[in-house]
């Protein structure tokens, strides 16, 4: 069984920076995808940003130009540097990664933006 585990997660003023870490049980090299989701109160989980074995990202409209995803292969360990935060922002950060056709989600970690 895989686990995942985030942590960086935290209370931060608008315009702040936070950085998350996802450091996963098992090595990275041969996965198949990496990435970020997030869930706001009342809201469904939405995919921020996503990253796949060549290297490929993608990004939530929200979020492009403000934060960035990227890996370490020899840590197993995935980041997700968010810049310019926003309250809109605010939710439980989790972390998926996919190893086809098993996907392992992380206990979360909130961030809390405020205005």
């Known amino acids: 069984q895989v686990q995942l585990v985030e942590s960086g997660g935290g209370l931060v003023q608008a315009g702040g920076s936070l950085r998350l870490s996802c450091a996963a049980s098992?090595?990275?090299?041969?996965?198949?995808?990496m990435g970020w989701y997030r869930q706001a109160p009342g809201k469904q989980r939405e995919l921020v940003a996503e990253i796949t074995s060549d290297g490929s990202t993608t990004y939530a409209d929200s979020v492009k130009g403000r934060f960035t995803i990227s890996r370490d292969v020899a840590k197993n360990t995935v980041y997700l540097q968010m810049n310019s935060l926003e309250p809109e922002d605010t939710a439980v950060y989790y972390c998926?990664?996919?190893?086809?056709?098993?996907?392992?989600w992380g206990q979360g970690t909130q961030v809390t933006v405020s205005s």
């Open positions: 098992e090595s990275i090299s041969n996965i198949n995808a």
């Open positions: 998926r990664a996919t190893w086809y056709p098993y996907d392992y």
